[in-house]
């Protein structure tokens, strides 16, 4: 989202509230109220679930032909009451396998212990309530996405992803206007809360009304329990037909209204400023089968491929090599941090989103998998700061972000010592919900979700699009132009060897190779308990050993292990933790740190040229140059041509060294773009991830 460079702060205080003898909260701030004093679930009823015909609607979806998705829109969440109240709802009827999607605005989140307190009024939400907890998100200027597994039926086949919930955190004009999907997306209701317009009268802007215009659906209802005219003149500006009701308990009257069919147009995109990030849609979900191709089984390819498989989707995993996980995701142990930055840009907000979802993401997982061996150990992340350069660079994260000791937490030396278990006498900065995993477990757990099937020694030679009746489908051809499978819908995930089977203009990924030291386990490194960073880094034990690493051999394809660069990680451990590294050295009997004699890995990490990772749809270069060549000339002239895309042909690559904390955001960023959802980043983010970005960059700079 857009922030003012000087505006490093993504931290938002708690709101001041006081509680009355019946636990009702009430804003100090506002002056008001959050819910009616008479009864909060009843008016929640009254306003919004009967104001927007939310049960009719919900039973209607499971009627044939109608669109799997339905998605509510809320300008206050508060306490989370109207939200609850709609989960619950949907639980009663028999929607069949559409998915609920519930975005919510707060511009003064409630803190989790205040909704703890919150709650307590209503125990028959309590289900719906232990679940929002414990995803609920840091208090971070935003957006945050959730998913509520359904509480399964007997004899219920919805998809596990039944319910979302993306929060907006922020100013509701500025969050409205970062939100956006493909050009299926819209809202089909509105519930218009908030505090009351005479006491917040910059929510209810006339600027705002035009963002619920933008994103609205086709026959898009609303309903708030005001009645002020100048809402209602508000909403009638962008198109809504209202009426005046009879309103909840001591209210007289209320609003609802109905976007006119007459004046309905297909709203304006998102990034018209830059229409060549619109994202393509794949039409109504009613109108093809839900089954999709991933090419590729390492980290990428499987969050996409699980990330589908959770909306129900049917999807066929492909790889070359016999296994999940044979390329860069196989290494026997990955380090979740990410490299945070106290100056605003692009790679800073996805850098510290892609690692929130990316910890709640593995936690919930492990939780879901109780049953199987650990694949991830968040004994948290230190990262040291080894230098005056590095120690200004930490305490500036820290000094200027505003980020909770949740996320992340200056230590002293001596608290380093005490929280990693070993000697390292240098202050550092500890990403608490980080940690390890096992990558080829984590690949394991993912692709055996009963909805994906896995192919394995199935290397891809070609793709062939095949059109037929205005659809295009995908053919994947082997060396010997034997047909493997076919589908509409296919993901490239393969890192670098993507290029390969990528119709057009390459994406401009390079392959950078590192080599991990495997020490063998002594007295000193036992004891740690924590990761410890540096350039490199250096694991807690994993069985009879553990991980440091990792080299970066730029411009080598050697794949076979090489002894000099275990020296390398060696000298590095030596050089930032010279007391640790000598205890080790001790502890071992001689020779058995010899380079020649350790084991390691050998991986290639795939990169892009500004460091971010490649998601979504794969652009048709000769439509791009064609449509787009007037920006050789002046990059500043309007263009409203959209971007035209290969239909139903994605990518998710160039993650990096960074695959454990991006590859769960953007899986779930694919499968956004892909199912009609809104997406679950800003539209400028969306955009900086953009497969055309490259070409548009190069035409812009005439290098075309």
């Not at 990330?307 to 049917?314: T, Y």
Request: contains cysteine.
């Amino acid at each position: 989202m857009s922030q003012d460079q000087s505006d490093l702060s993504f931290g938002l205080a708690e709101p001041d509230l006081q509680w009355n003898d019946t636990g009702q909260p009430y804003s100090t701030e506002y002056q008001d109220i959050y819910f009616s004093r008479t009864s909060g679930l009843d008016e929640t009823e009254h306003v919004f679930i009967e104001g927007n015909r939310l049960r009719q609607r919900f039973s209607e979806l499971n009627r044939p032909q109608q669109n799997q998705n339905f998605t509510v829109a809320e300008t206050g969440f508060g306490t989370g009451l109207n939200f609850l109240t709609t989960c619950s709802i949907w639980d009663q009827i028999d929607t069949g396998d559409a998915c609920l999607h519930f975005i919510s605005v707060e511009k003064a989140p409630l803190s989790r212990q205040q909704l703890q307190q919150a709650f307590q009024i209503w125990p028959e939400l309590k289900p719906y309530q232990e679940r929002l907890l414990d995803g609920y998100p840091e208090r971070l200027k935003g957006i945050h996405r959730l998913h509520f597994p359904h509480q399964v039926r007997v004899g219920s086949q919805k998809p596990q992803a039944n319910i979302q919930l993306t929060l907006l955190f922020g100013d509701a004009l500025e969050m409205l206007q970062q939100l956006s999907g493909n050009t299926k997306f819209g809202v089909n209701a509105w519930f218009l809360d908030g505090f009351a317009p005479s006491r917040n009268p910059d929510l209810w802007s006339p600027e705002l009304f035009s963002e619920i215009g933008r994103l609205s659906a086709s026959n898009a209802t609303f309903s708030s329990y005001t009645a002020a005219g100048h809402v209602r003149r508000g909403m009638e500006a962008v198109g809504f037909e209202i009426e005046k009701v009879p309103g909840f308990g001591t209210k007289r009257e209320m609003s609802r209204g109905v976007l006119s069919s007459e004046q309905f147009e297909e709203p304006e995109q998102p990034n018209q400023s830059k229409p060549w990030f619109t994202l393509p849609s794949l039409g109504n979900q009613t109108d093809f089968e839900k089954k999709a191709v991933v090419i590729g089984a390492g980290m990428a390819g499987c969050n996409a491929a699980y990330s589908l498989a959770q909306r129900g989707w049917q999807v066929e995993l492909l790889d070359a090599g016999e296994a999940v996980a044979t390329g860069a995701s196989g290494n026997p142990q990955g380090i979740l941090y990410t490299r945070f930055s106290s100056t605003h840009s692009s790679s800073a907000e996805f850098s510290l989103f892609s690692y929130l979802f990316a910890k709640k993401f593995y936690r919930q997982l492990s939780k879901a998998n109780s049953d199987q061996s650990p694949f991830f150990f968040p004994c948290g992340v230190i990262q040291l700061a080894f230098d005056e350069k590095e120690q200004q660079r930490l305490r500036a994260i820290v000094d200027k972000t505003a980020l909770s000791e949740d996320v992340v937490q200056w230590l002293t030396a001596e608290q380093v010592n005490e929280r990693s278990g070993v000697h390292v006498d240098i202050d550092g900065l500890l990403f608490s919900g980080g940690g390890w995993l096992i990558p080829s477990k984590l690949c394991q757990v993912l692709s055996e979700h009963p909805n994906i099937t896995r192919r394995f020694a199935q290397p891809v030679a070609e793709l062939v699009p095949v059109e037929s009746n205005e659809t295009t489908s995908w053919q994947l051809l082997s060396e010997e132009r034997n047909l493997i499978t076919e589908a509409s819908v296919v993901i490239v995930a393969c890192a670098e060897q993507s290029n390969r089977l990528i119709p057009g203009r390459p994406m401009p990924a390079k392959a950078i190779r590192g080599q991990v030291t495997l020490l063998p386990s002594n007295p000193v490194t036992a004891n740690l308990q924590s990761v410890l960073c540096t350039d490199g880094y250096i694991a807690p034990p994993n069985g009879d050993n553990q991980c440091i690493g990792a080299t970066y051999n730029f411009g080598s394809t050697n794949t076979e292990i090489n002894p000099t660069d275990h020296q390398t990680n060696l000298d590095n451990l030596g050089n930032y933790l010279p007391e640790l590294h000598r205890q080790i050295m001790d502890s071992c009997e001689p020779g058995e740190l010899h380079p020649e004699h350790l084991a390691g890995r050998v991986g290639f990490r795939c990169t892009t040229p500004d460091y971010l990772p490649i998601v979504g749809p794969l652009p048709n270069t000769d439509a791009f140059l064609s449509d787009y060549a007037i920006l050789k000339k002046d990059k500043t002239i309007p263009v409203q041509q959209p971007g035209c895309y290969h239909p139903g042909l994605y990518t998710l690559m160039g993650m990096g060294s960074k695959g454990l904390a991006y590859a769960p955001l953007c899986g779930e960023l694919l499968a956004s773009m892909i199912c009609n959802e809104p997406l679950p980043v800003g539209r400028e983010l969306a955009g900086a991830l953009n497969p055309s970005r490259f070409l548009i960059r190069d035409l812009i700079k005439n290098r075309v």
